[in-house]
């Protein structure tokens, strides 16, 4: 079956631009998680979506950040007024289920953000 | 937040040699996972272990989990090119987050 897909690969944008990343989890996941990976760190946790229940946002920088999941399916992450330090891989997850703390995720491709 | 220290950052090796790449913290973990990713794609699960000492084994590589749940290793023998990549360390909690390493790069040389 498809994997997680994620769309654009990459993005090229000038700073202060707005930016948003799509993900497509896989079917039946009811759990989407988004990703921040920079050069040699490790992947920081921005935000989690599991159903209907409220999205735990605790993970995003700063409110230039957001992200909705409509339907329980299809993720977006916007970026409004982008910066230089926004550039990264942006990498989004999705699980059966997120309520064990042994669940498997399984990644997309990630979306790498240049910020001119 | 619970972090996780990788070492080495930077690993490379000849084919055939063996390696190990350890996973480290001060804080317990209810499980330890072990990813690999390659360039452009995104971390695939190698494995999850959930009790302390245990060692879990797929087929050239031995992952351990430290008896007090702070500490894991992966160990690969005979190394083949295949094996390159970014190997990250993930530590789970009783919720539905995962910390994360910064990650490993190994390099096989052929």
């Known amino acids: 079956g498809a994997g997680v897909s994620q769309s654009p690969s990459n993005k090229v944008t000038e700073k202060g631009k707005d930016v948003e990343l799509r993900c497509d989890p896989i079917s039946g996941h009811t759990a989407l998680y988004w990703y921040r990976q920079s050069l040699g760190q490790g992947l920081e946790f921005l935000i989690y979506f599991q159903g209907n229940s409220a999205p735990d946002k605790s993970g995003l920088p700063s409110d230039r950040f957001s992200a909705e999941r409509t339907g329980g399916s299809v993720s977006t992450l916007t970026i409004q007024r982008t910066q230089q330090e926004d550039s990264a891989v942006y990498l989004c997850?999705?699980?059966?289920?997120?309520?064990?703390?042994?669940?498997?995720?399984?990644f997309g491709p990630g979306t790498r953000l240049t910020v001119l | 937040t619970q972090l996780l220290e990788q070492s080495p950052q930077f690993l490379s090796i000849q084919e055939g040699e063996n390696l190990t790449v350890y996973c480290n913290s001060s804080?317990?973990?209810?499980?330890l996972q072990w990813y690999r990713q390659e360039p452009g794609e995104g971390p695939v699960l190698l494995v999850t272990?959930?009790?302390?000492?245990e060692v879990k084994k797929l087929k050239r590589l031995t992952f351990q989990f430290g008896d007090a749940r702070k500490d894991s290793s992966l160990h690969i023998t005979a190394a083949q090119t295949g094996d390159t990549g970014l190997y990250l360390c993930?530590?789970?909690?009783?919720?539905?987050?995962?910390?994360f390493g910064a990650g490993t790069t190994v390099t096989v040389r052929a």
């Open positions: 804080s317990v973990f209810s499980s």
């Open positions: 272990v959930v009790t302390g000492g």
């Open positions: 997850a999705s699980s059966p289920s997120g309520l064990r703390f042994y669940n498997e995720q399984f």
């Open positions: 993930a530590g789970g909690s009783n919720d539905y987050k995962l910390s």
